[in-house]
């Protein structure tokens, strides 16, 4: 079972592939689009959900998708044709990072996308791009709410603390226009979904040549969840202008 297959079963019950729940998708994405008619763009948009969530509030917003994963681009298909906006949703198989259009973009989404792009600050310099004048950028990023243990960096990676995440930000060129900063029960409700999800679909198909991987996996996770990171680790999605167009 390769990752991208553990990914799909763990976000089962969770399709935004971020702690945040759906009350603050719906916000954030009303701050991003605030006149309704706005042309979009997620770079790195996995199974379109932040899209779709988008093209559902807004009937004359149009969407762009862009993603390497076969698999999540044909369930964004679907699920758009589902639910009747798929003739206002067009999807790009590429690297996120090498994606050209004609058009700006009234609204740039990347939540937990920076991988693509090699961290924060080239996510924003591949937002920036693509962005009009005037535009929203709505990106996702960790920070280390306290300092954080060898074995939590190792796992999850280098980040700053949230103040200095967003002096950077600002450093940059950008200025924040609205946030949300995870709660406890966001973050938490995150990891038993994931890790949950995982184990039930194991216990489920006890006889798939991947369900004790899957098992073990999920087991995994949950301890370096709970033993390593979290009690230290945040997540905020920020929605940014240009500080000078």
């Known amino acids: 079972m390769n ?50 969530r988008a093209l559902a509030m807004h009937p004359r917003l149009r969407a762009e998708g862009v993603d390497i994963s076969e698999g999540d681009l044909a369930q964004a298909e679907r699920t758009a044709d589902r639910q009747g906006v798929r003739e206002r949703l067009v999807l790009h198989r590429q690297e996120a990072a090498a994606f050209a259009s004609p058009y700006a973009y009234d609204l740039v989404l990347s939540v937990g996308a920076a991988h693509a ?17 005037g535009g929203h950028v709505l990106i996702g990023e960790g920070f280390w709410d306290r300092d954080p243990s060898g074995e939590a960096v190792e796992m999850l990676g280098e980040f700053a603390d949230l103040a200095t995440t967003v002096e950077r930000v ?13 709660s406890r029960g966001e973050l938490d409700d995150y990891e038993w979904s994931c890790w949950g ?4 679909w194991a216990l489920d198909h006890p006889a798939d040549p991947d369900s004790a991987q899957a098992l073990a996996t999920a087991a995994t996770r949950r301890s370096e969840w709970l033993r390593a990171y979290r009690d230290t680790w945040g997540f905020v999605t920020l929605i940014l202008r240009r500080t000078s167009d």
């Open 170 to 182: 600002e450093a940059d060129g950008w200025t924040p226009v609205d946030g949300h900063v995870s």
């Open 117 to 133: 792009f090699g961290g924060l600050l080239p996510t924003l310099a591949a937002a920036r791009k693509h962005l009009a004048p």
């Open 3 to 52: 990752r991208e297959e553990i990914s799909k079963i763990a976000h089962t019950h969770h399709s935004i592939k971020s702690p945040l729940d759906d009350e603050s998708v719906r916000r954030l994405l009303e701050r991003g689009t605030p006149r309704g008619d706005e042309r979009i763009l997620d770079l790195g948009c996995g199974g379109g959900e932040w899209l779709l």
């Open 197 to 200: 999800s995982l184990s039930t």
